[in-house]
């Protein structure tokens, strides 16, 4: 949890806008040449860089780790939806032939066809979702 704590900080840090200040702060004649400005700059610019790459490096590892532990699961879920879906598709056909789906006070959603059904049509069994 540490290691967490230690990446958010880093991360607020990195991410604070950078202002300037409000009044001078070089004596008058004392102020900084236009190139050492520029290099200030540079040198903030390379710093964040370093922090935000050290700061992947660290989180690589758990990203992968992470990946590798989602894969199967996702896999199977894949495995187990497509068939339901797949029935869906099959019983429901193209979808430009309903209406949005409406949710009832009930909790119900109900699929409205645009045109109904014709009177000779087989019934299908009413299927809960």
Do not use: C
Request: glycine content about 6%; overall charge negative; charged content about 30%.
């Amino acid at each position: 949890m540490t290691r967490w704590s230690a990446v958010s900080l880093a991360l607020s840090l990195a991410l604070l806008p950078v202002s300037a200040p409000a009044q001078e702060i070089f004596p008058p004649g004392d102020t900084p040449e236009e190139g050492e400005v520029e290099e200030g700059f540079d040198l903030i610019e390379e710093g964040s860089k370093l922090l935000l790459r050290g700061l992947v490096d660290q989180i690589e590892p758990f990203m992968d780790d992470l990946a590798t532990e989602m894969e199967p699961k996702l896999r199977a879920f894949v495995n187990n939806f497509m068939p339901l879906m797949e029935e869906f598709s099959d019983m429901i056909g193209d979808l430009d032939n309903y209406y949005p789906p409406e949710k009832l006070p009930n909790g119900d959603i109900i699929l409205r066809r645009k045109t109904p059904l014709s009177p000779d049509a087989p019934e299908e069994d009413e299927i809960d979702i």
